[in-house]
């Protein structure tokens, strides 16, 4: 374990350098990358053309939203689900910040076969292959299967994010460079992400026990710990406030990629609020009422079903809202992409 924690933070490290070695010398990298665009630009026929697209698409932000939920779905074990939308989420918030950061123009040598906006370095379609396939990776080691299935599955996933940066490059839309320091960033970020993960997962006793003799437990301190301890509880216990959570990743990431407006952005924060708080309040309210109604009661039954009426209300609320804000948004993506 000492041993495997040791490689870990040397491929950290490794990866810090190679990424700052990378983007303090991007002019200097420019004519090799010029020249890996064209010599694999040489290489374009239809064919290829379009198994490019179609490879390029497997790391599309929408692609990555319906796939992160196949994955919640094939996998079964909640304890997966809030890491797999929080990894996409937190992937595409670092890759738009990095492009803000950086603001390299898309490449100029070669004519693009798809249409992209923002800016080039670090490739977010590497950067999301990597952090989501990646994320497949290690959900693959956690499993139960054989050896050589998990070998296999690692292989298929690894040859897939490989393809990924090789079709963005072949599509003329990023360089060399763009490519692996979006897979040198994903890599980072995953080491870092997996090990808060391992850490959720073994997160087995309340944080207001682990606090017990720090200062007076009626302190703020211990406030806030009692909170956290009930919203872990809930993402932990609760299926309904794991899907909510999840719809939050989502709505996020939609957010982050379509550009949404201020405003915008504070009427999802304010339902993101509504929806959990009333998830949180539903759950205290049944526990509740379980401790002081263990028999079967109609009273006991109103309650509850009162307290679920709420999250419901809030819940058609909120998806409402998004449809009213992002219809219009993905209505004219579509008329873009339509030929």
């Known amino acids: 374990m000492k041993k495997f924690k040791r490689i870990k933070w040397i491929a950290f490290f490794l990866c810090i350098l190679s990424f700052f070695l990378i983007s303090y010398n991007l002019e ?51 304890k997966f689900w809030v890491p797999i939308f929080l990894n996409l989420t937190f992937a595409v918030i670092l890759n738009l910040g990095l492009k803000e950061i950086y603001a390299r123009p898309r490449p100029a040598v070669i004519s693009q076969l798809v249409s992209e906006r923002g800016f080039s370095f670090p490739s977010g379609h590497s950067m999301g292959a990597a952090a989501f396939y990646g994320f497949v990776i290690y959900i693959i080691f956690e499993s139960k299967l054989s050896a050589l299935i998990k070998r296999l599955l690692t292989a298929l996933t690894l040859i897939t994010i490989s393809l990924i940066g090789l079709s963005r490059i072949y599509l003329g839309v990023h360089y060399l460079s763009d490519i692996v320091a979006g897979y040198l960033i994903s890599s980072l970020y995953l080491i870092m992400f997996t090990g808060f993960v391992h850490a959720y997962f073994a997160f087995d006793e309340s944080l207001s026990n682990k606090l017990k003799g720090v200062g007076s437990k009626h302190s703020l301190i211990h406030s806030f710990a009692h909170a956290f301890d009930g919203i872990i509880h809930g993402l932990k216990a609760e299926r309904n406030m794991v899907i909510h ?30 929806v959990i708080g009333c998830e949180l ?19 006991a039954k109103i309650a509850k079903d009162t307290a679920a009426g709420a999250v419901l209300i809030a819940s058609l609320a909120a998806a409402t809202i998004g449809f009213i804000i992002f219809g219009p948004k993905l209505w004219v993506l579509l008329l873009i992409a339509l030929p």
């Open 28 to 78: 200097a990298l420019q004519p090799m990358d010029e020249a890996v665009s064209l010599f694999i630009a040489s290489m374009r026929s239809p064919v290829v053309t379009l198994n490019m697209k179609f490879i390029s698409d497997l790391a599309s932000p929408f692609a990555l939203i319906i796939g992160s939920m196949i994955l919640a779905f094939v996998v079964r074990q909640r």
């Open 281 to 299: 309040l539903n759950t205290a309210i049944e526990t509740a009422i379980d401790l002081s109604s263990p028999d079967i009661h109609p009273l």
């Open 245 to 274: 959570f999840a719809a939050m990743a989502i709505v996020i990431t939609f957010a982050l990629v379509l550009r949404c407006s201020t405003t915008e952005w504070c009427i999802f924060l304010i339902l993101f609020a509504l």
